[in-house]
């Protein structure tokens, strides 16, 4: 049980253009579902929040105009990175809050993102 | 000060020795605290979840909590060269962020 995948697991895109990103809880509904950013030997870093049906909630310094979140239904969180630059090549990671009193988060296998 | 701090290593352990990371956090209030695993070039894996004071048991695996010192630890017995890789320490406040440390990372040599 308590698995998420993404896809696609990795894209190359020249700058300039967006990249759709999904994120999906497949045996559980999940209300909560994040967005992170990882880049090379670096940890974690939370980009938002998303719940299903309401606005995502962005940290400090994200650009919510450019990484847009929709979170439209319980299995289902999309991250678009629009008009990408180099500087957004980076590993991006979803999780997936299961609920229901549990609090662990369950992670995406990742999307590699390479911006030419 | 970072909400969580871990030691960045490199930790070096020889298989079938106990490999012991630690992890301190700042915030008296947190109440879940969580191991996660992470290969390089792949994404988190769950290991243990910890909620109160003492050890947890799973297989090869203890998480240990102590909220008075405000550190929460991860033994990895009999450690094998599969179990390198590099552990994240993840603790929740109130509502559901996580706080990810930068993670230790874990060499078992054979």
């Known amino acids: 049980g308590a698995v998420v995948s993404q896809h696609p697991s990795r894209v190359i895109c020249k700058s300039g253009t967006s990249v759709k990103i999904e994120c999906r809880s497949l045996d559980f509904q999940a209300t909560t579902m994040f967005w992170y950013r990882q880049f090379p030997k670096q940890s974690l870093m939370l980009m938002a929040t998303s719940n299903e049906g309401s606005k995502a909630t962005y940290e400090q310094g994200v650009e919510k105009d450019k990484f847009l979140i929709n979170h439209a239904s319980l299995t289902l969180s999309t991250l678009t990175v629009t008009s990408a630059h180099p500087e957004d090549s980076s590993f991006y990671i979803c999780?997936?809050?299961?609920?229901?009193?549990?609090?662990?988060?369950?992670f995406g296998p990742g999307t590699r993102l390479t911006v030419l | 000060q970072k909400e969580v701090e871990q030691n960045s290593g490199p930790l070096s352990v020889p298989e079938g020795a106990i490999a012991s990371l630690n992890c301190t956090y700042s915030d008296r209030v947190s109440q879940s605290f969580f191991w996660y695993r992470q290969y390089s070039g792949k994404s988190p894996e769950l290991i243990m979840s910890?909620?109160?004071?003492g050890d947890k048991e799973d297989g090869r695996f203890t998480a240990q909590l102590n909220k008075a010192s405000q550190y929460v630890s991860l033994l990895i017995r009999d450690s094998q060269p599969s179990d390198s890789a590099t552990y994240l320490c993840a603790v929740t406040h109130t509502g559901n962020q996580f706080y990810f440390g930068t993670g230790t990372s874990l060499t078992v040599i054979p």
């Open positions: 910890i909620y109160s004071n």
């Open positions: 999780s997936a809050e299961i609920g229901r009193g549990r609090d662990e988060q369950f």
